[in-house]
């Protein structure tokens, strides 16, 4: 419903005929398009139209508004024309529900007389109400009530709200020959009626009708500004997207700038960006530049051409969020020499400069570190930022494993940041070198949680055992190859690694809740942070007992239960917003799991589902090594739904972190942006299989 169309039904009581209205719009069921007449009661019945008449005085004395419609519609039914002037009468005796009432039994005959008198009363003179309510039911008559209105009605209408909403209904219905209509009506002094002509400009993509969205969008009323963005997205291109962000940024807009935010978000044609790298780019407004920084970093790869250059400006700023949407903006673009570009900005810049970790972030997305800059990696290697660190090792990775880069990776096994600590894991892993693997043994004896694991991953990635988690099986196993062990190839490991992951997907959709296991997903130690959909879908029934979130509340607990002394965890309700349990991770202990308990059971339910707030919140939280997200469906709220722009901004908050992010998905259809959430963080994706029945 367009916000005009609201404000019509929500007139305040001062206002002429408000009241009435208002109240019938709410009463009738068929105000709106697409929704058809009432059915026409049969009249089984000999009474005469006297009696009828009698009977329904006597209803509406008794204050039965149901009954005395009902026989007012069993009056339209009689067919003769002696019933339709009764009824016409009554329209003028009558006030508020009870009149429009007998209005629309008038539209509800069938008989030609009836539909002259239905016309008759939309040309009334007299009552503006009564016009009113002829209209609605004109209009949601045939297409020749709709064309009549549009050619007698419309253009000899004086009460301007009548106007706007007759416009309206005919707009919704899709009659033709509107244009001038509207661009009357988006001139209008009314600011109700300017509003819907300027919506029918949007709708109708009326060039000519710009200039009244651009007045609107410089005026002062709130909801003219909304409908005027509302129409400008409608036209989409380039003028509409400059126009859109100089109102994003006017103060006067404060409050609308989330939508504006939406709409711009929603640009993504050439010319479209074109405009955000030129012009907002350049805007005198900051929020305006930080804004057109965060879309252009997502979308650059759409338009390559045009914003290769006003993004290799901005990665000269020195503001750190700046120039890293710089950075993310150029590795999708791709210019020819980033790898040349990247380096050069690192130049000058110190170790523990949080810029530099989105530089070598860059750097690492393309494999490859300028020679000139590699005598900066001892710097790097010791510098105070874990994020430096990170894209460091990451570095280390893609290049040939010479001494002092297995010194430096041999080093990172013992940082202090377990995300440092996981990337030299995977260096090593990597690198293929048999001279890793005691290294990664050690760390598996040493290690817990995520870094484990990866060291696990590792070691069966290297050699193919499969000797699970006891650090003394490996050692044992290692002391056992002897001096001549190689490698097996890449080639000779892939049918085993093939076979092991069907069993680990096997294993995980079989089962549901159990001691460190949640829904077949291992729970390992380290920092865990669960994340349960309490959006209204979670309300529906499970059972006959229980609903959806009673059931995966009481899995979530139990599972809780189940942990190792060593771990610690966190939980976060999702649904328009992030409800967190703490702000950071709890150890382990049973006056927690009950504070948790009370946590769940006490939580307030219902809502759309935002899990870019969620994941993003979550994310920022210190110490979470993985994430378990539970949710029946995609999202439905929030700036970022889209799979791929949700995507990439995950992607971005977790750059330097390297948090695995694992799915339940209990919708009635696979998601697919569950399933890459958990791909592209190297987590699991499962949907169990009591969620399906």
């Known amino acids: 419903m367009s916000p005009f169309f609201a404000l019509l039904l929500c007139l305040p009581s001062g206002s002429p005929e408000g009241p009435q209205w208002h109240v019938f719009s709410a009463y009738l069921p068929n105000l709106m398009p697409g929704n058809a007449f009432l059915s026409l009661p049969q009249s089984t019945t000999s009474t005469s139209l006297r009696e009828q008449l009698d009977a329904f005085d006597d209803a509406r004395r008794q204050g039965s508004v149901e009954d005395a419609t009902k026989i007012l519609q069993e009056i339209a039914t009689r067919g003769e024309e002696q019933a339709i002037d009764a009824l016409t009468d009554l329209v003028y005796r009558l006030e508020g529900r009870l009149q429009f009432a007998a209005v629309h039994a008038i539209a509800l005959s069938p008989q030609a007389y009836a539909h002259e008198r239905l016309r008759d009363l939309a040309r009334d003179r007299q009552q503006a109400s009564v016009r009113r309510q002829a209209a609605r039911d004109l209009a949601n008559g045939t297409e020749g009530d709709r064309l009549?209105?549009?050619?007698?009605?419309?253009?000899?209408?004086?009460?301007?709200?009548?106007?706007?909403?007759?416009?309206?209904?005919?707009?919704?219905?899709?009659?033709?020959?509107?244009?001038?209509?509207?661009?009357?009506?988006?001139?209008?002094?009314?600011?109700?009626?300017?509003?819907?002509?300027?919506?029918?400009?949007?709708?109708?993509?009326?060039?000519?009708?710009?200039?009244?969205?651009?007045?609107?969008?410089?005026?002062?009323?709130?909801?003219?500004?909304?409908?005027?963005?509302?129409?400008?997205?409608?036209?989409?291109?380039?003028?509409?997207?400059?126009?859109?962000?100089?109102?994003?940024?006017?103060?006067?807009?404060?409050?609308?700038?989330?939508?504006?935010?939406?709409?711009?978000?929603?640009?993504?044609?050439?010319?479209?960006?074109?405009?955000?790298?030129?012009?907002?780019?350049?805007?005198?407004?900051?929020?305006v530049v930080l804004l057109t920084a965060d879309i252009l970093a997502l979308r650059a790869d759409l338009a390559p051409k045009t914003t290769i250059g006003p993004l290799s400006q901005l990665l000269q700023q020195d503001d750190p969020v700046l120039m890293s949407r710089a950075v993310e903006g150029l590795v999708l673009a791709k210019p020819n020499a980033l790898a040349t570009l990247l380096g050069s900005r690192l130049r000058g810049l110190d170790a523990d400069d949080p810029r530099v970790a989105d530089l070598l972030w860059g750097l690492s997305t393309l494999d490859k570190l300028p020679s000139s800059q590699l005598r900066y990696m001892p710097q790097w290697m010791n510098s105070t930022s874990a994020a430096v660190r990170v894209q460091s090792m990451r570095l280390l990775a893609a290049r040939k494993p010479k001494a002092d880069a297995q010194e430096w990776a041999y080093a990172a096994l013992q940082d202090d940041s377990w995300s440092v600590r996981m990337a030299a894991v995977r260096c090593w892993q990597q690198w293929r070198l048999q001279e890793g693997i005691p290294h990664l043994v050690d760390t598996l004896a040493r290690e817990h949680g995520s870094v484990q694991l990866a060291a696990h991953e590792a070691l069966v990635a290297l050699t193919g055992a499969q000797l699970g988690l006891s650090s003394s099986a490996w050692e044992a196993w290692w002391r056992g190859q002897g001096q001549d062990y190689v490698l097996p190839s890449l080639e000779q490991l892939a049918q085993e690694r093939a076979a092991a992951e069907l069993i680990d997907v096997e294993a995980a959709a079989t089962h549901t809740v159990s001691e460190r296991r949640y829904h077949g997903l291992a729970i390992h130690d380290g920092g865990s942070l669960f994340l349960l959909d309490a959006s209204g879908s979670m309300e529906e029934d499970f059972d006959s007992s229980r609903s959806k979130y009673q059931v995966y509340a009481e899995n979530l607990l139990q599972t809780i239960g189940g942990l190792s002394a060593k771990a610690t965890f966190g939980m976060m309700l999702f649904s328009g917003d992030a409800q967190l349990w703490r702000s950071e991770l709890a150890a382990n202990r049973p006056e927690h799991v009950d504070a948790a308990a009370k946590f769940l059971t006490q939580a307030s339910l219902g809502g759309p589902t935002d899990l870019h707030d969620a994941l993003v919140t979550a994310l920022a939280i210190s110490e979470v090594e993985s994430l378990y997200v539970l949710t029946d469906g995609a999202p439905t709220s929030g700036f970022l739904r889209d799979t791929e722009s949700l995507l990439q901004v995950v992607a971005r908050a977790n750059r330097h972190l390297g948090v695995r992010i694992h799915?339940?998905?209990?919708?009635?259809?696979?998601?697919?942006?569950?399933?890459?959430?958990?791909?592209?963080?190297?987590?699991?994706?499962?949907?169990?299989?009591?969620?399906?029945?």
């Not at 710009?210 to 129409?231: H, I, K, Q, W």
């Not at 009635?668 to 994706?685: D, N």
């Open 663 to 693: 799915a339940i998905d209990i919708g009635p259809e696979p998601c697919e942006l569950l399933q890459r959430l958990a791909q592209e963080s190297g987590g699991q994706y499962v949907r169990p299989e009591h969620a399906h029945p």
């Open 148 to 287: 009549w209105l549009r050619d007698k009605r419309l253009s000899q209408e004086k009460d301007p709200m009548l106007r706007a909403e007759i416009l309206r209904m005919l707009l919704q219905y899709e009659v033709p020959r509107l244009e001038q209509a509207v661009l009357a009506a988006s001139r209008s002094v009314h600011a109700v009626e300017a509003g819907i002509g300027i919506e029918g400009v949007g709708r109708l993509r009326l060039r000519r009708g710009l200039p009244a969205v651009g007045r609107a969008l410089d005026g002062t009323d709130p909801v003219l500004r909304r409908a005027a963005l509302e129409a400008l997205d409608s036209f989409g291109g380039p003028r509409a997207t400059g126009l859109l962000l100089d109102a994003y940024g006017k103060p006067e807009n404060l409050a609308l700038r989330p939508v504006i935010q939406q709409l711009l978000w929603q640009r993504h044609l050439p010319k479209e960006l074109e405009v955000l790298a030129t012009d907002g780019l350049r805007h005198a407004e900051p929020s």
